[in-house]
Nanobody
Framework: QVQLVESGGGLVRPGGSLRLSCAASGSIFSINTMGWYRQAPGKQRELVARITSGGSTTDADSVKGRFTISRDNAKNTVYLQMNSLKPEDTAVYYC??????????????WGQGTQVTVSS
């Protein structure tokens, strides 16, 4: 059984910063890509950023230069540092991991989501 637990969401003023964390735990053999997605009300879930086990990253154009994804492989944890936040960044942010469990079965796992609200 694998769990992804997010933390770090909240309410912040425009121009502010937040740091999201997501820790994977349970019967994990290895983790490939970890990433962050977001879903605003009435919109589809979209990729924010993702990072491979080797550290290669992909960022959405809308967050380039403002958000930074990183990971600690020893802790099975991925982070999202969000700076210069804008009201349009308001959404539920979901952690995602593509990993092999202890039975060597590949699966796609999601966290429960954490709310980020950018408002004055």
């Amino acid at each position: 059984q694998v769990q992804l637990v997010e933390s770090g969401g909240g309410l912040v003023r425009p121009g502010g910063s937040l740091r999201l964390s997501c820790a994977a735990s349970g019967s994990i053999f290895s983790i490939n890509t970890m990433g962050w997605y977001r879903q605003a009300p009435g919109k589809q879930r979209e990729l924010v950023a993702r990072i491979t086990s080797g550290g290669s990253t992909t960022d959405a154009d809308s967050v380039k230069g403002r958000f930074t994804i990183s990971r600690d492989n020893a802790k099975n944890t991925v982070y999202l540092q969000m700076n210069s936040l804008k009201p349009e960044d308001t959404a539920v942010y979901y952690c995602n991991a593509d990993l092999f469990d202890s039975n060597r079965e590949l699966g796609d796992y999601w966290g429960q989501g954490t709310q980020v609200t950018v408002s004055s």
